[in-house]
């Protein structure tokens, strides 16, 4: 089992750091490669996805990546800048299933802004188109203006597309999704207003027929952004487009106010995949020791499970994060009045001595 | 003075009544026109914006509006859906300017799903830009996919696009009404992948010059999904593209538990305006008497003060809400213990007999 290992910027090295040893911890042999990515990438070779970088995580089994991203690329042009590395990566890989769960651990249900009786016991799972949609779509660019009453000027422009193929195979993981968990499936579109979502809409409808075991529903993606603050255990599964995905996924995190818990994981087609942390590289806290290392730690839970196919590994991993917050500990960003504050590389070794 | 009043669908009709109730107890003689739009549009001449009803708007000073759809126009074809009728008013009226302020009034702290520290005292106010973007780009459709993997196939697509002057108006818009109040604008994008809002946020960062008093920041919209949920105090007045501000705006006056309170004006480039409530149409509570008028009748009070330039009589309606609150009558959505239960028609009364 070959892993490429993309630790990348701001806190990704120390985090993957972490994770990296649980993996070891294990007593598999899993062969792991370490190659620069964002804005290491830059750094390395001109490009924050190198190519070789590029060609290990394509030969690999599975790609266990930290965080890409800091302030000092924000001024390199746009195909220079560190998260061009991840589009590059998903698409490249043909990622197109993302999936993002938000999950409040009991332990950690004070460090929400909601009132706990909203969000105590949430586990909702957040399905993301991640291929597709205006993220790719083409033509795209500064023009003139075609025209209206803004002809001749100068414009901004973007094309929004989903093809037939794309919208039903990530329909299909969606209900599949849904069939293992509470067998609801909640589709997130704007069909009242795009053309491109009323599309979404009649083939996910269409495609639900194989799974009449699911209860599907349907919904706009601002009422979607309005119930996740209202009523988030309200939904099971969400399935949606890679922009408004982008969107609700980042606000479902923060309901949980522990985005440093949740893992995410970009598969293929043949559960092929890439591992991350939901949270971003925190530049302004990298190098001091104190990130939480949990979120990757979590992920490589969720690499075993999906693409490595060691489902009693994952479940090992998991156990042990939940032993090790029962215990009390926690990084600054969970950190509460009578728990043992700790930081990034204890967190680590917490976890592998909890692994059972 | 000629007020185009346009109740609409569902509870539309009921909480209208009560603002041209609580706008003909002022005192000053309003001309006012009423005609059927959205779904009552469509059963009075076929049509969710007919002629008679975009002729009025178009010659009035400005327009009340309630709130249009029921479910039982789902199955009609898009362009004959209630909803269709709001988009048409705004681009034919020009309305480019949505504001949504989301403000937790102190004596409904309670009725927010947030931690009362996380959201008292909340008063935000969502600028959206709301004639350009996704909603009206061309072309838009359902295709035959004509590159990439899915070649071939059916694609759905729209196009989104700003051209320089729309951004232009919008940032002026947002910068002046920054310097009405604590002076921080937050221009939402995604720079990071979308063409269309690099343009957006290159050209606000060159109005800014005009506007040196206003501290001005940049925020990627997921980001800013993510911060409404973590600390939407932190926020002054935020600026956005159409399909962003939909969801983000909606996301905002959830947090206050109270969409029911909170109005929207929608402004031309003389300030000539639609006013309407933040929610919508209710079909399921449509009829019993019991939906919460004040947001309507607070979008009546913001009609007076920007297109009708009646400040006073704004300050009145605003003042005598205030005082019905205080007083402690709730409707339905927003009773609490020890508070009393009223209808819409004795909440509007209450409003009239509380102007002073
Ligand atoms: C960095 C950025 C391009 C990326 C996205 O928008 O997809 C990020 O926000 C994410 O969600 O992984
Ligand atoms: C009804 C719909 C077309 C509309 C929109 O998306 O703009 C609504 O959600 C709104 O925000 O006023």
Redesign the interface.
């Known amino acids: 089992m070959k892993i490429a290992v993309l630790p990348g910027d701001g806190i990704g090295p120390e985090i993957v750091a972490q994770a990296v040893k649980v993996l070891k911890a294990l007593g598999e042999s899993f062969e792991m490669e370490f190659a620069p990515v964002g804005g290491a990438g830059y750094e390395a070779s001109g490009h924050p996805l190198p190519e070789a970088t590029l060609k290990l995580a394509l030969d690999a089994d599975a790609v266990l990546f930290g965080s890409v991203g800091d302030w000092k690329y924000d001024t390199l042009e746009?195909a220079l800048?560190p998260?061009q590395a991840i589009?590059g990566l998903r698409k490249n890989l043909n990622l197109f299933a993302n999936f993002r769960p938000a999950i409040l651990y009991p332990e950690l249900a004070g460090a929400s802004?909601?009132?706990p009786e909203?969000v105590s016991g949430l586990d909702i799972l957040i399905i993301r188109e991640l291929t597709g949609d205006?993220?790719f779509?083409?033509p795209?660019?500064?023009r003139e203006?075609p025209?209206?009453?803004?002809k001749g000027?100068?414009?901004?422009?973007?094309?929004?597309?989903?093809?037939?193929?794309?919208v039903r195979r990530i329909a299909h993981v969606a209900f599949q999704a849904a069939q293992k968990r509470g067998k609801r499936l909640t589709s997130v579109d704007?069909a009242?207003?795009?053309?491109?979502?009323?599309?979404?809409k009649d083939i996910v409808i269409d495609v639900h027929k194989e799974y009449p075991d699911v209860a599907l529903d349907h919904m706009y993606?601002?009422?979607a952004?309005?119930q996740?603050?209202?009523?988030p255990k309200k939904f099971d599964v969400i399935v949606t487009g890679n922009?408004?995905g982008?969107?609700?996924?980042?606000?479902a995190?923060?309901?949980t106010?522990s985005?440093g818990m949740l893992p995410s994981a970009s598969l293929d087609a043949n559960n092929k995949g890439l591992y991350e942390p939901s949270h971003g590289s925190a530049p302004d806290i990298a190098g001091k020791g104190i990130a939480n290392p949990l979120a990757t730690i979590l992920s490589a839970a969720m690499m075993l499970r999906y693409s490595l196919k060691m489902e009693a590994h994952a479940d090992r991993i998991e156990n042990a994060v939940k032993a090790v917050l029962a215990s009390g500990l926690r990084t600054p960003d969970i950190f509460e009045e009578g728990c043992v504050k700790v930081g990034t590389e204890e967190m680590g070794n917490a976890v592998v001595k909890a692994l059972v």
Not at 147 to 150: A, I, K, L, S
Not at 228 to 231: G, H, K, N
Request: charged share 25%; proline share 2%; with cysteine.
């Open positions: 746009r800048r998260e589009l802004t909601l009132k909203v205006i993220y779509g083409q795209r660019g500064v203006c025209d209206g009453p803004f000027q100068r414009e901004g422009f973007d094309t929004m597309r989903y093809a037939e193929g794309e704007k009242n207003v795009l053309e491109t979502f009323q599309f979404w993606v601002d009422n952004a309005m996740l603050v209202r009523a922009m408004f982008d969107i609700l996924s980042d606000a995190a923060m309901l106010g985005i």
